[in-house]
């Protein structure tokens, strides 16, 4: 679960203190194939994973909000999730 970022009040994401983008990019990058995804009400996912979920939510939704948006809001939903990928 994410914890509170005490620079900026803001969720942290993917171990990084701040969720700036570039920074959720570095940490990201950093952790490799460790990478998580936080969802909303539930444990956070690999990242590979996220993308995955991500492609099919583009395709069905389009793309207007990003992979980093969807994560800075709280990330997919568990249903969302499963929905996704039954697809």
Known sequence: MADICKDCGGRTF??????EE???????SA????ARFPMQGADSIPMWLAEE???????KYGSDQSL????KRGGFYKEEV???LKQ
């Open 14 to 19: 993917y171990g990084h203190a701040c969720p």
């Open 22 to 28: 570039s920074k959720v990019s570095n940490s990201a």
């Open 31 to 34: 952790q490799g194939s460790a």
């Open 53 to 59: 979920v991500y492609a099919k939510y583009a395709a």
């Open 68 to 71: 980093k948006q969807i994560g």
């Open 82 to 84: 499963i929905e996704l």
